[in-house]
């Protein structure tokens, strides 16, 4: 399986940016699919998780109500949608899959087997 994140880019806080998350070599349908970042010196930290259904969604707390992840079995992708981006949310971001069924779980970078190459997000003040 192959993970290919795309959309990062540069702007200002206040700005939004999509993200996207396209799998290949296997379906990822019965994946539960994931959104890191991770900034020099620091650990990779969740960001936010969709079940395979869609049905069960789970947000950090730095990002929820600003961040939506969305996603489309039917072209293997998963979305995340950023907005009312802040300087801090400056990071590279990658897409995970995992087996992992549970959200809570899902939070954990561990948990998942396969990841994305990443794409840098940069907000500038």
């Known amino acids: 399986v192959q993970l290919q994140a795309s959309g990062g880019g540069l702007v200002q806080g206040g700005d939004s940016l999509r993200l996207a998350c396209v799998a290949s070599?296997?379906?990822?349908?019965?994946?539960?699919m994931g959104w890191f970042r991770q900034v020099p010196g620091k650990e990779r930290e969740f960001v936010a998780a969709?079940?395979?259904?869609?049905?069960?969604?789970y947000y950090a707390n730095s990002v929820k109500g600003r961040f939506i992840i969305a996603k489309n079995n039917a072209n293997y992708t998963t979305s995340l949608e950023m907005n009312s981006l802040k300087p801090e949310d400056t990071a590279i971001y990658y897409c995970?899959?995992?087996?992992?069924?549970?959200?809570?779980?899902?939070?954990?970078?561990?948990?998942?087997?396969?990841w994305g190459q990443g794409t840098r997000v940069t907000v500038s003040s």
């Open positions: 995970a899959a995992t087996q992992e069924g549970s959200l809570g779980l899902a939070t954990l970078a561990t948990n998942y087997r396969y």
């Open positions: 070599g296997r379906t990822l349908s019965r994946y539960t």
């Open positions: 969709i079940t395979w259904t869609g049905g069960g969604i």
